[in-house]
Antibody, heavy 121, light 110 residues
Framework: EVQLVQSGAEVKKPGESLKISCKGS????????IGWVRQMPGKGLEWMGT????????RYSPSFQGHVTISVDRSINTAFLQWSSLQASDTAIYYCARPRLQELVVGFDIWGPGTPVTVSS | QSALTQPRSVSGSPGQSVTISCTGT?????????VSWYQQHPGKVPKLIIY???QRPSGVPDRFSGSKSGNTASLTISGLQPEDEADYYC??????????FGGGTKLTVL
């Protein structure tokens, strides 16, 4: 079964760092792009960026460039999303998702369950 | 990079049809065939219901259909059913391996 398993909920304070994960299984992990999507409380979906595990080619939305880092560890079939200094406005659910075809970055047919992140003092 | 424009809400009675629009620009919706639509029920993970403007993944009822004209893509749901009540998001490829989502539309089945 093709699936993405994400790390658990996090509660952090402003200024703290955080790294959440997304582990793929049931398919050739290195051959499909992985996207990250943010959903703030009561709000819509926002594309944050995407990474190709095969060569770590990474693209960011201008809205998130410089504020988050997307990375991958091919040896453990896992993609990561990290912050060096969290803000209260980072409170959201973060989804990782995989496109339906290897050569595409769009059309996410596989989604992780989401990682809720709460940032509060 | 602004979000694609969707109506905040639409509604319809069971059995009726509704259409949700998604307006972008000549740099995204207008130029690429890669428009997808997602359905999200409260507290649930988004689900792909349309890809490549008009294509339905296996298992998605044919009541869901997609189209595009110029810079505007549309999702039509015919024969509305109570379980169709959800939030719907469009998403377009915008070049250089970037994507953009719409703001989302809440569908209410009256």
């Amino acid at each position: 079964e093709v699936q993405l398993v994400q790390s658990g909920a996090e509660v952090k304070k402003p200024g703290e760092s955080l790294k959440i994960s997304c582990k793929g299984s049931g398919y050739t992990f290195k051959s499909y792009w992985i996207g990250w999507v943010r959903q703030m409380p009561g709000k819509g979906l926002e594309w944050m960026g995407t990474i190709y595990p095969g060569d770590s080619d990474t693209r960011y939305s201008p809205s998130f460039q410089g504020h988050v880092t997307i990375s991958v560890d091919r040896s453990i079939n896992t993609a990561f999303l990290q912050w060096s200094s969290l803000q209260a406005s980072d409170t959201a659910i973060y989804y990782c998702a995989r496109p339906r075809l290897q050569e595409l970055v769009v059309g996410f047919d596989i989604w992780g369950p989401g990682t809720p992140v709460t940032v509060s003092s | 990079q602004s979000a694609l424009t969707q109506p905040r809400s639409v509604s319809g009675s069971p059995g009726q049809s509704v259409t949700i629009s998604c307006t972008g620009t000549s740099g995204d919706v207008g130029v690429y065939k890669y428009v997808s639509w997602y359905q999200q029920h409260p507290g649930k993970v988004p689900k792909l219901i349309i890809y490549d403007v008009t294509q339905r993944p296996s298992g998605v009822p044919d009541r869901f259909s997609g189209s595009k004209s110029g810079n505007t893509a549309s999702l039509t749901i015919s024969g509305l059913q109570p379980e169709d009540e959800a939030d719907y998001y469009c998403c377009s490829y915008a070049g250089s391996y970037s994507l953009i989502f719409g703001g989302g539309t809440k569908l209410t089945v009256l």
